[in-house]
T-cell receptor, first 112, second 114 residues
Framework: GNSVTQMEGPVTLSEEAFLTINCTYT??????LFWYVQYPGEGLQLLLK?????DKGSNKGFEATYRKETTSFHLEKGSVQVSDSAVYFC???????????FGTGTRLQVFP | EAQVTQNPRYLITVTGKKLTVTCSQN?????MSWYRQDPGLGLRQIYY???????DKGDVPEGYKVSRKEKRNFPLILESPSPNQTSLYFC?????????????FGNGTRLTVT
């Protein structure tokens, strides 16, 4: 079946540190991959996406590359800020379906 | 401003007392969906609707009902709430189908059933 596995949190970093949040997936066909972010007290917002292998999605200094050979879509940022503190969800849109499948979310806490 | 509006933001109720959580979007989106968010489980889809008068079950539909009489509204109904329905609920919408239409989420409704 289709599923998404994210690293467990919380991830705790100091400001300006490098961030990686791991995401791997299981899917048939050619899924599209997404990262959503949930700031405290808010709903989820699309952060970035990639729709085919080797695509790199990027937004607000965050990047993720669609790696079909390792079935991964890890989220990275070179220098995190306190304002990046949020919960990050990796999500999968299986090919030929109309349903977004979410991972369990990873909480990021950035301290000054 | 384009948005998905859920009400109420917080709700505390007792077992068995029927309740409705409203959801409204002003973007003329065809697709609407309800999710619940629980620690360690992420977001799970409850019900979704592809358009007016078209609704379908998601992954965890038991104990919930929905209706889509108008394009902008998609209420979530709990006929007889139970404590295991204590959760954070999100409504979402998007234009049409497919990956090029991102989901727009409301700010959530935190429900506690005692």
């Amino acid at each position: 079946g289709n599923s998404v596995t994210q690293m467990e949190g919380p991830v705790t970093l100091s400001e300006e540190a490098f961030l990686t949040i791991n995401c791997t997936y299981t899917a048939t066909g050619y899924p599209s991959l997404f990262w959503y972010v949930q700031y405290p007290g808010e709903g989820l917002q699309l952060l970035l996406k990639a729709t085919k292998a080797d695509d790199k999605g990027s937004n607000k200094g965050f990047e993720a590359t669609y790696r079909k050979e390792t079935t991964s879509f890890h989220l990275e940022k070179g220098s995190v800020q306190v304002s990046d503190s949020a919960v990050y969800f990796c999500a999968l849109f299986p090919w030929g379906t109309d349903k977004l499948i979410f991972g369990t979310g990873t909480r990021l806490q950035v301290f000054p | 401003e384009a948005q998905v509006t859920q009400n109420p933001r917080y709700l505390i109720t007792v077992t068995g007392k029927k309740l409705t959580v409203t959801c409204s979007q002003n973007m003329n989106h065809e697709y609407m969906s309800w999710y619940r968010q629980d620690p360690g489980l992420g977001l799970r889809q409850i019900y979704y609707s592809m358009n007016v008068e078209v609704t379908d079950k998601g992954d965890v539909p038991e104990g919930y009902k929905v209706s889509r009489k108008e394009k902008r509204n998609f209420p979530l109904i709990l006929e007889s709430p139970s404590p295991n329905q204590t959760s954070l609920y999100f409504c979402a919408s998007r234009r049409g189908t497919g990956v090029n239409s991102p989901l727009h989420f409301g700010n959530g409704t935190r429900l506690t059933v005692t």
